[in-house]
């Protein structure tokens, strides 16, 4: 089959969905992993109807068995996976003596753990045929701790560090690693919420104070296009007000 395959871990309504309808746009088989695949039903009509290819799969990034049938699903059913996008969340706030362990080990199995198993379930097929990319979506978290997001700074900390481990083991090997930090509030219901119990109307913000999940897809895009000789690593985004 001539057509690319994309593997979207992590598959969310906002982020995820962006990512996918981009790469079908792009001509992609878009293959959906999340934990409640009906979820995806929606995504996946949408894909369809526009001529798009995409298949769903009911996937917990965090168990090894998991991750593990759902790629040897799609290279045996589908075809070789060109390129796999880890998008698994994980962002929550709880102040430090509200943070229980079970708190704090959920959040590390789902940004860093379950980025291993994908990244190292990713080189398994692409290293031997010496080609293919591997990309992570990371947050302002990757980079600094902030008040009350002990448990997500490091999960997403912990997920750079096995993303900068991966490019360079991998990048020798013709396997492109990124890793994208979106270093701002992505307009997602989950965002709006938050703002709203702030005391403020998500709806009054200036124009671009909220990062379009389109723009964070077009991002993955223009990445996965690059050519070999000037691969980005590490690529942040945020709206042009943003402060850093």
């Not at 962006?18 to 001509?27: E, H, P, V």
């Not at 290819?53 to 075809?79: C, L, P, Q, T, Y």
């Not at 270093?183 to 119990?197: C, K, L, N, P, W």
């Not at 895009?221 to 980005?232: E, L």
Request: charged share 25%.
């Amino acid at each position: 089959m001539d057509q690319k395959i994309v593997l979207i871990v992590g598959a969310g309504d906002y982020i995820g969905s962006a990512i996918a309808k981009r790469f079908a746009q792009g001509g992609f088989i878009v293959c959906l992993g999340r934990r409640n695949d009906e979820k995806l039903n929606p995504i996946m009509d949408e894909i369809r109807s526009l001529g798009g290819i995409a298949h769903g799969f009911a996937m917990d990034a965090r168990k090894e068995e998991s991750v593990e049938s759902v790629f040897k699903n799609i290279e045996s059913e589908i075809g070789c996976i060109d390129l796999v996008i880890f998008n698994v969340g994980g962002n929550v706030f709880f102040p430090i003596l509200e943070t229980t362990s079970r708190v704090f080990r959920k959040v590390w199995e789902m940004a860093t753990f379950s980025g291993f198993l994908t990244g190292r379930e990713a080189a398994r097929y692409m290293v031997p045929r010496k080609r293919g990319k591997i990309f992570f979506t990371g947050a302002t978290a990757s980079l600094r701790g902030a008040k009350g997001y002990a448990a997500f700074a490091a999960g997403k900390a912990g997920l750079r560090g096995v993303a900068q481990s991966l490019a360079r083991e991998l990048g020798p090997k013709n396997i492109h690693v990124g890793h994208l930090i979106i270093d701002a509030g992505v307009d997602t219901e989950f965002v709006r919420e938050r703002i709203r119990s702030s005391g403020k109307d998500p709806n009054e913000l200036p124009p671009n104070t909220l990062m379009k999940p389109t723009s964070v897809a077009e991002a993955y895009w223009n990445m996965y296009k690059q050519s070999p000789d000037a691969w980005t690593f590490e690529m942040d985004l945020r709206p042009f007000a943003e402060k850093w």
